[in-house]
């Protein structure tokens, strides 16, 4: 192995660690909101409905899923394209410990701040219709939400480093080697 094959080695291997220590930021964090929901939130394994076929991910956490999953990759089929390739057939996830962090804060109350066309900025939420049974969402505070925003950056930033540059996003259904259904 050159110093090159060497470098990239190495530069991958570490793009692999923060994303881990990203997805255990990420769950810490999503277990503490789902904590202050309780019963309200109706998400447990069999609910797939957020599961929806489509999804992509940049190339970091696709390569995650490729080391993570290899076998599954190359000798399981995907899930037929009523859902994510990733589904088994009692709706749960196959790859659940290494699914992508969109995956990780589903049914959570999410709140983003979005510009109008008048360039005001505006904060909006949403929740899965299942978990919308309780206090308005509106009415929650900011720190009973999943906010969207900081995590995407950093994960673009990590992708950045890890694609040098590039930010091309994979669809999850493209890492399967056998495409069929
Ligand atoms: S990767 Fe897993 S959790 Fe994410 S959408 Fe697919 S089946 Fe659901």
């Known amino acids: 192995m050159n110093n090159h094959s060497e470098s990239r080695v190495f530069r991958d291997h570490l793009a692999m660690a923060r994303l881990q220590e990203l997805y255990d930021e990420v769950d810490a964090e999503a277990q503490r909101v789902a904590a202050e929901h309780g019963a309200r939130l109706q998400c447990r394994k069999g609910c797939s409905q957020c599961c929806v076929d489509g999804l992509t991910v940049f190339a970091v956490e696709a390569e995650n899923i490729q080391r993570q999953h290899a076998r ?9 394209v009523a859902g994510c390739a990733f589904l088994d057939n009692e709706g749960g996830c196959r790859i659940y410990p290494d699914r992508p962090y969109v995956c990780r804060t589903q049914g959570l109350p999410l709140r ?5 066309v008048d360039f005001e900025f505006v904060e909006l939420r949403d929740i899965c219709p299942l978990n919308d049974e309780g206090v308005p969402i509106e009415e929650l505070d900011e720190s009973e939400c999943w906010t969207i925003g900081p995590v995407e950056e950093r994960l673009a930033k990590l ?14 259904r493209c890492l399967f080697k056998c495409q069929t259904p």
């Open 72 to 80: 599954l990759l190359a000798s399981d089929s995907p899930h037929p």
């Open 159 to 172: 992708q950045s480093e890890f694609g040098q540059g590039e930010m091309a996003r994979v669809p999850l």
């Open 112 to 116: 983003w701040i979005d510009e109008t």
